[in-house]
């Protein structure tokens, strides 16, 4: 099945770009996405990508996909301390599976 | 506001209680999901309503008993849990089984 991987931390400065990285193994994957937790909340959906996209950019947020690599990143411009949460990486793969997540990654900004 | 409620936010029970999670969803959406988050493992899908009918149960214990009465409103009735089963409980819902999902903002759920 597949498996979604993430490193658990990632601290940054403010102002600094954050890129939060996500690999899978499904290469069938069709959509993938970015979801945020803050703390004491649910998931909220940032943004999502096709299989069939490359880039997708979206105010401060840019995703990349590199399908060779399986390789997903989320990159946070000029991030902020509102930004600090933890970041989970999902995808689904074709056919009638659920979404699988990775373990997700905790960004700390520091002011 | 994300559109999906859950109630209550915070649970602290016994091993020998007997309570509800409530979900409710505003969206329109005819997929529903329980998931639960604990610390420092993957987030574990538990199961699948579409359209009412349960599409998925991921080997879940029996003390966990979903109830989907119709496609807005989702349950999850515990009974006899135990301190391992104490975590986040996470409720989902989609247009659709294989559309982006929208998270309630979650039940903690401690166990004594």
């Known amino acids: 099945g597949e498996d979604v991987e993430q490193s658990l931390f990632l601290s940054v400065r403010e102002g600094d770009s954050s890129v939060i990285n996500c690999t899978y193994t499904d290469s069938s994957s069709t959509y993938l996405y970015w979801y945020k937790q803050e703390p004491g909340a649910g998931l909220q959906l940032l943004t999502y990508?096709?299989?069939?996209?490359d880039m997708k950019q979206d105010q401060r947020l840019t995703v990349l996909l590199n399908k060779k690599d399986k390789h997903l990143s989320l990159r946070i411009a000029d991030t902020q301390t509102g930004d600090s949460a933890i970041y989970f990486c999902a995808v689904l793969s074709s056919g009638n599976t659920p979404l699988v997540f990775g373990k997700g990654t905790r960004l700390s900004v520091i002011a | 506001e994300t559109g999906v409620t859950q109630t209550p936010r915070h649970l602290v029970m016994g091993m020998t209680n007997k309570k509800s999670l409530k979900c409710e969803q505003h969206l329109g959406h005819n997929a529903m999901y329980w998931y639960k988050q604990s610390a420092k493992k993957p987030l574990e899908l538990m199961f699948v309503?579409?359209?009412?009918?349960?599409?998925e149960n991921n080997s879940v214990p029996s003390r966990f008993s979903p109830e989907c009465p119709n496609s807005s409103h989702l349950f999850l009735h515990l009974h006899t849990l135990q301190p391992e089963d104490s975590a986040l409980y996470l409720c989902?819902?989609?247009?659709?089984?294989?559309?982006?999902?929208?998270f309630g903002p979650g039940t903690r759920l401690t166990v004594t």
């Open positions: 990508i096709f299989s069939n996209m």
């Open positions: 989902a819902s989609s247009q659709d089984d294989n559309y982006e999902q929208y």
């Open positions: 309503y579409n359209f009412k009918e349960q599409t």
